[in-house]
C-alpha cells in the first residue's frame, strides 16, 4: 500500500536560516511525488511535483525538492528562509492518468519562523 | 477565475442532524476529491469521483455520501452527523498533474 512519512510534526528555524523538510514514501511503482503547503486557514496550493528525469526539482517560492530512489526520499529544502513560509507543508505520492491523479498525503509538517 | 468553491465556510450542527457541503469547479476537471483533515493526521481521502456519474470510496467514507451529477459539481452529504465528523473538509479537482483546493468548511458536531 502507498504510504508517505513526513517525520517532523513541528520545525523552528531562523530567518534566513536553510531549511530542509523530510519525507519518505513507500510506493510499489515508479512514484509521482509532489510537496503542498497551506497557509492558516486556507486549502492546499502545489509547490512542486516530480514525475521523471531530473531528480532536483525546482518550485515556486524559491524551494527545490531532490529524488533519491534508493532512500525513498523526497526531501524539501529552501536555503534562506523568509517569515512567510510559516506554515504547513505536506509531501504526498500518488498515480498519475490522463484525466487526474490519486494522492496519498503526510501527516504534514508545521514550519515556524523566528525573527 | 474561481477554481474549486466551497459552501459553506463554517458550519455547527447538532448530532443527528445532516447536511451537504457543496463544492463546484470552473476548470471541467474530470477528477474530484473529498478530504478531511484532523489535526497531525493530514488529509484523508472520503470520497472521489474520475466523472460525471461515476464515485468511488476512498480511505474514510463511512458516514458520508456524494454524488456527482454534472462535471462542476460534487456535494458532500453527511446524513446523521457524529462528533467524530468534526473536522476540516477540503474539495479538490485534478489535472493530471496537479490538485487544485478550495478554501474549506470547517463543521463542528456537537
Known sequence: AQSVTQPDIHITVSEGASLELRCNYSYGATPYLFWYVQSPGQGLQLLLKYFS?????????????????SQSSFNLRKPSVHWSDAAEYFC???????????????????????? | ????????????????????????????????????????????????????????????????????????????????????????????SSSPYEQYFGPGTRLTVT
Not at chain 1, 508545521?110 to 525573527?115: A, D, E, G, H, Y
Open chain 1, 53 to 69: 528525469g531530473d531528480t532536483l526539482v525546482q518550485g515556486i517560492k524559491g524551494f527545490e525538492a531532490e529524488f533519491k530512489r
Open chain 2, 1 to 92: 477565475n474561481a477554481g474549486v468553491t466551497q459552501t459553506p465556510k463554517f458550519r455547527i450542527l447538532k448530532i443527528g442532524q445532516s447536511m451537504t457541503l457543496q463544492c463546484t469547479q470552473d476548470m471541467n476537471h474530470n477528477y474530484m476529491y473529498w478530504y478531511r483533515q484532523d489535526p497531525g493526521m493530514g488529509l484523508k481521502l472520503i470520497y472521489y469521483s474520475v466523472g460525471a456519474g461515476i464515485t468511488d470510496k476512498g480511505e474514510v467514507p463511512n458516514g458520508y455520501n456524494v454524488s456527482r451529477s454534472t462535471t462542476e459539481d460534487f456535494p458532500l452529504r453527511l446524513e446523521l452527523a457524529a462528533p467524530s465528523q468534526t473536522s476540516v473538509y477540503f474539495c479538490a
Open chain 1, 92 to 115: 504526498a505520492v500518488g498515480r498519475v492518468t490522463e484525466y487526474g491523479n490519486k494522492l496519498v498525503f503526510g501527516a504534514g509538517t508545521i514550519l515556524r519562523v523566528k525573527s
